[in-house]
C-alpha cells in the first residue's frame, strides 16, 4: 500500500470488534484514550508530562535497571511493522521488554495479508488475543487514527506515511531539553525533504507549542506550503546559509524517496544545494545541536566530518528514543504510577 492509499471505504464495511470508545481528551482510563496517534492533537502538558516520565525512565535505566522490570510486568505488546524500519522498532520492542512486558513483532511480508486479509480483518484477530497495546507504522497516513476507532486495544503509532511520528519528536524534544534550559524562543532549522517527512510534522506540532522559532528549508519541491498554514509565524525557505544562520538546533530530513512518485531533485546534485557541511555550522550558534532521526545518509543530507562531529547528537537522539517510548507505551497501557486522574 502507498502513501494515502488506504481505502477507508472497505475498512470501514468491516464489523468492529467493539463499539469505538470516545476520545476524551484528559481521560485515560479508555483505551483509545490512551492511543497515541499524534502530536498534533496533545495538549502542551500532556507532553511535558510525557517528558519528565521519558527523563524519569532514563534515570532508572542508569540506577536501577533490575528494577524497571515491574513497570510492564505481565503486559503484551504487539508491535506491527508494514513499513521498514531498525531503529523505532528495535526501540519500541527494547523498551517494552526492559519493562518487563512480552512482545510480539509481526511483519507484514509474514503476516495474513500477504494472503489477503484486510487489515482491520488483521487488527481485529491481534486485538481479540487481548494484547496491551499495539504499536504499528503504515504507509498510509491515517491508517492508525482510523483503527483506533474500531479496536477495544490502544494504539502507538510509529510512523504513519508522511502524516506523523509523535515517538520521534517526543525524543526529539527529550534530546534537545537536555542540552537548553527550555525550548521557548529558541530556533529550530528543519532540513530537507520536509513534504514527505512525518518526522517534520510532528516536530513543527510539537515545536510550535513551546514558542520554537522554526524554519524549514528544501528544494521547493520538498516544501509543504500546508505546514505553513498550520503553524503561523513559521518561515520557509530554499536557502540553506539563511536556514542554519544563529540556528540551536538544525534537524537534517532523509530525502524520503520511497514516497516520491516520480525524482523531484535531482540526487547527485542534492549535496551541494541542501546538504549540511562543517561550513554551514560556523554561520549558526556555537553550541549549535545537529540531529537526524536516522537511516543518515553520510554525503547526501550531511557530511561524515559533520555526523561525526562534536555538534551531532544522533546516537543521543536513539538512546533517548528507548525512554521516550517506556513512557508512550507506560500511558498506553494503563500503569503508570501514581496513576493521574
Ligand atoms: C524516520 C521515519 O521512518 O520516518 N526514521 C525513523 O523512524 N527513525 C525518518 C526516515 O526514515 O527518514
Redesign the pocket.
Known amino acids: 500500500m502507498t502513501d494515502g492509499s488506504l481505502d477507508s471505504g472497505a475498512l470501514a464495511r468491516q464489523t468492529p470488534v467493539e463499539a469505538p470508545a470516545i476520545n476524551t481528551a484528559g481521560n485515560l482510563s479508555s483505551p483509545s484514550a490512551r492511543s497515541l496517534l499524534g502530536i498534533e492533537k496533545l495538549e502542551r502538558p500532556e507532553i511535558e508530562h510525557l517528558l519528565r516520565r521519558a527523563a524519569h525512565y532514563k534515570r532508572l535505566q542508569i540506577d536501577r535497571r533490575d528494577h524497571l522490570r515491574e513497570f510492564l510486568s505481565g503486559k503484551t505488546i504487539v508491535n506491527l511493522f508494514f513499513e521498514a524500519?531498525t531503529?523505532?522498532r528495535t526501540s519500541f520492542e527494547i523498551a517494552a521488554k526492559r519493562l518487563g512486558a512480552h512482545t510480539v513483532s509481526i511483519e507484514a511480508q509474514g503476516s495474513s495479508l500477504s494472503k489477503g486479509e484486510s487489515l482491520v480483518d488483521t487488527l481485529n484477530t491481534l486485538a481479540a488475543m487481548q494484547p496491551d497495546a499495539i504499536v504499528m507504522r503504515h504507509a498510509a497516513s491515517g491508517a492508525p487514527h482510523f483503527l483506533s476507532r474500531f479496536l477495544p486495544t490502544p494504539i502507538i503509532n510509529a510512523?504513519d506515511g508522511r502524516h506523523e511520528?509523535p515517538t520521534?519528536a517526543l525524543l526529539d524534544a527529550m534530546t534537545i531539553l537536555e542540552r537548553k534550559e527550555s525550548l521557548e524562543g529558541l530556533r529550530v532549522a528543519i532540513i530537507g525533504d520536509i513534504m514527505h517527512?512525518?518526522?517534520a510534522r510532528s516536530n513543527v506540532h510539537l515545536l510550535s507549542k513551546f514558542g520554537v522559532d522554526i524554519v524549514l528549508c528544501g528544494p521547493a519541491t520538498m516544501l509543504s506550503s500546508s505546514l505553513k498554514e498550520m503553524v503561523p509565524g513559521i518561515t520557509l525557505t530554499n536557502d540553506m546559509n539563511e536556514a542554519v544562520a544563529d540556528a540551536d538546533v538544525v534537524m537534517m530530513?532523509?530525502v524520503?524517496l520511497e514516497r516520491q512518485k516520480a525524482p523531484i531533485f535531482p540526487k547527485n546534485e542534492y549535496f551541494q544545494f541542501f546538504g549540511l557541511s562543517i561550513d554551514h555550522l560556523q554561520l549558526a550558534k556555537p553550541d549549535v545541536l545537529v540531529m537526524h532521526?536516522?537511516?543518515i545518509n553520510r554525503g547526501r543530507e550531511l557530511s561524515s566530518e559533520v555526523a561525526d562531529s562534536k555538534s551531532s547528537v544522533i546516537l543521543n537522539q536513539v538512546q533517548n528514543g528507548l525512554s521516550a517510548r517506556m513512557a508512550v507505551l507506560e500511558r498506553a497501557c494503563g500503569t503508570e504510577w501514581p496513576p493521574r486522574t
Do not use: A, D, K
Open positions: 524500519s531503529r523505532t510512523g511520528h520521534q517527512s512525518r518526522v530530513l532523509r524520503q532521526p536516522g537511516p
